[in-house]
């Protein structure tokens, strides 16, 4: 019976996933589709979180750590990206 959960909780969560991607392709403007993919992240991190307790595994741990810091990061990037036109500022010496 807990797996079925564990199932339906994995559909709903590719359902999610899947809303977040047509907000990807016909967002509005380029915020909305960066919170689509970060949305997106989350929603693939849940999934692995579920997968690993249906597996009673310990092993999936250290993907959802991964994915975790890689979405933080990228969110940061084209955050500040889309803020100044560049993600790394170089200092000028005079």
Same mark, same amino acid.
């Given at each position: 019976m807990f797996d079925k959960i564990l199932i339906v909780c $994995?559909?709903?969560?590719?359902?999610?996933?899947?809303?977040?991607?047509?907000?990807?392709m016909r967002g509005?403007?380029?915020?909305?589709?960066?919170?689509?993919l970060d949305s997106i992240s989350y929603s693939i991190i849940a999934i692995v979180?579920?997968?690993?307790? $249906?597996?009673?595994?310990?092993?999936?741990?250290?993907?959802i750590l991964l994915i975790g810091i890689?979405?933080?990061v990228?969110?940061?990037?084209?955050c500040r990206f889309l803020e100044r036109g560049v993600v790394i500022e170089r200092k000028r010496d005079h």
């Open positions: $994995m559909m709903l969560l590719a359902v999610s996933i899947a809303i977040a991607l047509i907000r990807v509005p403007t380029l915020p909305d589709r960066i919170l689509a979180a579920l997968l690993s307790i $249906m597996l009673d595994s310990r092993a999936y741990m250290e993907t890689l979405a933080f990228s969110t940061i990037a084209l």
